[in-house]
């Protein structure tokens, strides 16, 4: 099978991502798709605001009726530093038989050399990057045996620190994020 990961902090999740993995998975004919909440993420340290349990209450709740994607909170479980290297280990120890891929926005790849572990990690998973349409992506530095594969995304331009501003504000989150994660930031009151 081919079994494709995004992962992020998903702080809210919003259509951005959930285009992105539609993208990758339609036009890589993924098999099965983990979107992947980091607990936090290494090359960005404050960005996290809400809890992992809200996180993936978000998560889990945009995607429940989408029988195409599905929710891995092993980061959120393992806790700490979520590093894509120690992800791909159990990803890879629980599908040993099946073609893996994370996927990527395309300005990550010249900062790939920087992902812990890099080497290992391109033996063990293949990488699809996201370009979006008047965003050539940059070139990826020289790792050996990095296998990239493109994919041409949408252009949606949402940030989460945006609309966790947006919702400090109190200014609407539709159209931005999936309704059932708006009721869930309504009934927490996250980001006020």
């Known amino acids: 099978m081919k079994i494709g990961f995004l992962g992020g902090s998903f702080d809210p999740v919003h259509f951005g991502h959930l285009i992105a993995a539609q993208d990758a998975y ?16 290494p090359l960005k340290p404050q960005e996290v605001q809400s809890s992992a349990v809200d996180r993936l209450a978000m998560l889990l709740a945009a995607v429940e009726w989408d029988r195409r994607f599905e929710v891995s909170d092993y980061e959120l479980q393992k806790g700490g530093m979520s590093f894509t290297i120690d992800s791909v280990r159990h990803f890879r120890r629980q599908f040993p038989n099946d073609q893996l891929f994370w996927i990527i926005g395309g300005d990550q790849l010249p900062k790939l050399h920087l992902w812990k572990d890099i080497q290992e990690l391109a033996q063990l998973v293949e990488f699809i990057f996201l370009e979006r349409p ?6 990826a530095p020289a790792i050996p045996g990095l296998r990239l594969h493109r994919c041409d995304g949408h252009l949606v331009e949402i940030s989460s620190t945006e609309l966790r501003d947006r919702a400090r504000r ?23």
């Open 134 to 139: 008047g965003h050539p992506a940059k070139i």
């Open 170 to 192: 109190g200014l609407s989150l539709d159209y931005f994020v999936p309704h059932k994660a708006i009721v869930h930031i309504r009934e927490k009151s996250l980001y006020r």
């Open 26 to 41: 339609e036009q890589h004919q993924l098999d099965r798709l983990f979107l992947v909440p980091a607990a936090q993420a």
